[in-house]
Antibody, heavy 127, light 107 residues
Framework: QITLKESGPTLVRPTQTLTLTCSFS??????????VGWIRQSPGKALECLGI???????RYNPSLKTRVTITKDTSKNQVVLTMTNMDPVDTATYFC???????????????????WGHGTMVTVSS | DIQMTQSPSSLSASVGDRVTITCRAS??????LNWYQQKPGMPPKLLIY???TLQSGVPSRFSGSESGTDFTLTISSLQPEDFAIYYC?????????FGPGTKVDIK
């Protein structure tokens, strides 16, 4: 059974750097076509994908946040770390990590989707 | 970047109703389209991937279809546990953009 859990600070000051850790079990990030993504949701708002790290260490970032976001993995610890610089009050949100895998249904190129999610961690940016 | 829109933004329906939610991509995304359900205080739940393939364990009253850049999520007979917010998401580009959501509540 796949589980994920986010951890990190609940309060961050403006201009500071946010570091969140996603600890997971039930899969390995060295397995082909698997990955972990970070998604956030501002209060009462829609979802925004920040980026994804894949089994082969390929990383894909949301272009609108690319200069601020870094995602790394520690396969031996089953952890993925999100780093987001220059935090602003508009970055106040619940941050989720989620497992993604490439689904194959006769497609030559797999279709990726987030099939297991952590419960999220609320991060407030305020002075 | 690819923009996703959804309509309606909200709807009221009764148990047993057939419900249809539409998602439109700003450019072609083939069938790189997923649907999620989110209930208050919970993370999203994957319902459909590849525009029309039901995720394991999801009831068969949910279905998805595509026509060009338009995608549809249909609930054939709304159940009490289906009242939630539904999001589409494209996985064609790195931004994995989500739509703004459609809230389904009780009439």
């Amino acid at each position: 059974q796949i589980t994920l859990k986010e951890s990190g600070p609940t309060l961050v000051r403006p201009t500071q750097t946010l570091t969140l850790t996603c600890s997971f079990s039930g899969f390995s990030l060295s397995t082909h076509a698997e990955g972990v993504g970070w998604i956030r949701q501002s209060p009462g708002k829609a979802l925004e994908c920040l980026g994804i790290i894949y089994w082969d260490d390929d990383k894909r970032y949301n272009p609108s946040l690319k200069t601020r976001v870094t995602i790394t993995k520690d396969t031996s610890k089953n952890q993925v770390v999100l780093t987001m610089t220059n935090m602003d009050p508009v970055d106040t949100a619940t941050y989720f990590c989620a497992h993604t895998k490439g689904f194959r249904n006769g497609w030559a190129i797999p279709r990726y989707a987030f099939d297991f999610w952590g419960h999220g961690t609320m991060v407030t940016v305020s002075s | 970047d690819i923009q996703m829109t959804q309509s309606p933004s909200s709807l009221s329906a009764s148990v047993g109703d057939r419900v249809t939610i539409t998602c439109r991509a700003s450019q072609s995304i083939s069938n790189y389209l997923n649907w999620y359900q989110q209930k208050p205080g919970m993370p999203p739940k994957l319902l459909i991937y590849g525009a029309s393939t039901l995720q394991s364990g999801v009831p068969s009253r949910f279905s998805g279809s595509e026509s060009g850049t338009d995608f549809t999520l249909t609930i054939s007979s709304l159940q009490p546990e289906d009242f939630a917010i539904y999001y589409c998401q494209q996985s064609y580009t790195a931004s994995f953009t989500f739509g703004p959501g459609t809230k389904v509540d009780i009439k």
